[in-house]
């Protein structure tokens, strides 16, 4: 099932344009170990870059990867 942006957009309007890790985590209803487990084995590429210490992930083009296959 692919989705569109605006299907996306509508999705996670609720979140803001740069998420850190914990709300990934409650996005996507998964723990945050999880989350940090699929970023070092990087599934999170072209949607997340480390400032620091803290990973920022872009919500829509997250989304996109997720939901649309685009990961590995």
């Known amino acids: 099932m692919k989705l569109s942006k605006e299907e996306i957009q509508r ?7 740069v998420m850190i890790t914990e709300q990934v985590a409650a996005l996507f209803q998964t723990p945050k170990k999880t989350i940090q487990e699929w970023s070092s084995q990087g599934r999170f590429k072209d949607c997340a870059v480390r ?3 803290r990973l920022l992930f872009f919500r829509d083009k997250l989304v996109e990867v997720v939901f649309n296959g685009e990961w590995d």
């Open 11 to 17: 999705a996670v309007a609720a979140y803001p344009p």
């Open 51 to 53: 400032r620091g210490r």
